[in-house]
């Protein structure tokens, strides 16, 4: 398998697509190399978003919150949107052809509570993308068709 350029999307670019970013690049490691974009990304990464990686002994270091503009010129195998701003923009025509799923989350950055509670609603976004992840790791996506991939991705967003 040649490995697969995923681009994780969400509005702000701060939390959930870099989190999703962070484990792709982790547990896919020579499947797949995960980048992260915006559509109107806030300028900086979340810095609950970077803690929770390095509580979970991922590295929090080289992240970016950066426009989906700037991919414009990678090759992009699939496109995964995972707040519900970014699943229903139009996305650049570069995306056209590209595979596109959707998985939805909560925005962890909209919590307010106690630093633990904070942290907790990181936590759960983490857990969430993980087991998403570990399912898209799961698929033969070698011997299936981009629609296939793109129904068995959409419906990773709904289960997990």
């Not at 969400?10 to 989190?19: A, E, I, Y």
């Not at 803690?51 to 991922?58: F, P, Y």
């Amino acid at each position: 398998m040649t490995e697969k350029n995923i681009l994780v999307l969400c509005t702000g670019n701060s939390c959930r697509s870099v989190l999703g970013e962070a484990l792709i690049n982790h547990l896919g490691k020579g499947r797949f190399k995960a980048y992260s974009a915006g559509s109107r990304p806030i300028g900086k990464v979340n810095q609950n978003a970077l803690a929770c990686l390095k509580r979970n002994g991922l590295p929090a270091e080289g992240y970016t919150s950066q426009s989906w503009d700037e991919f414009a010129d990678t090759p992009i195998d699939i496109a995964i949107t995972v707040c519900d701003n970014a699943a229903g923009e139009i996305c650049p025509v570069y995306l056209n052809s590209v595979i596109r799923a959707h998985w939805g989350l909560p925005d962890p950055a909209h919590v307010t509570g106690t630093e633990d509670e904070i942290a907790q609603a990181f936590q759960a976004t983490f857990d969430a993308l993980t087991v998403r992840v570990n399912k898209l790791l799961a698929l033969p996506i070698d011997g299936m068709t981009p629609h296939e991939i793109s129904k068995a991705l959409n419906q990773i967003g709904k289960e997990a």
